[in-house]
């Protein structure tokens, strides 16, 4: 997977301590799932977007920062794109006039 430049990590069950952020993001994403779902457990899996969702858009105690913000700034840092030229209209809405 170099191209997309992930190192692959191999971690055992036992030591969830090598892979932290994902074990914590494991455990929120739990605790907010447990507080939507049905009694019977079985809509898990329609409630699950809403609920990243919410959690992407929740600011987090460490970095102030939402997920989205975060890797939007990350990217714009990174990022070599250049802005959009003068002579290319943009329009936000459907069906917009943008150049093909």
Known sequence: MKW?????LRTTAF???????????????NLMLGKVVSESQRDWDERSPLVLAAYQATPHESTGMTPNKSALVTC??????QTVP????????????LPR
């Open 4 to 8: 997309i430049e992930i190192d692959k």
């Open 15 to 29: 030591d969830p301590s090598c892979n932290g952020v994902v074990e914590r993001f494991h455990r929120m994403l």
């Open 76 to 81: 714009a840092a990174e990022s070599s794109v």
């Open 86 to 97: 003068p002579d290319v209209q943009v329009v936000a809405r459907h069906g917009s006039n």
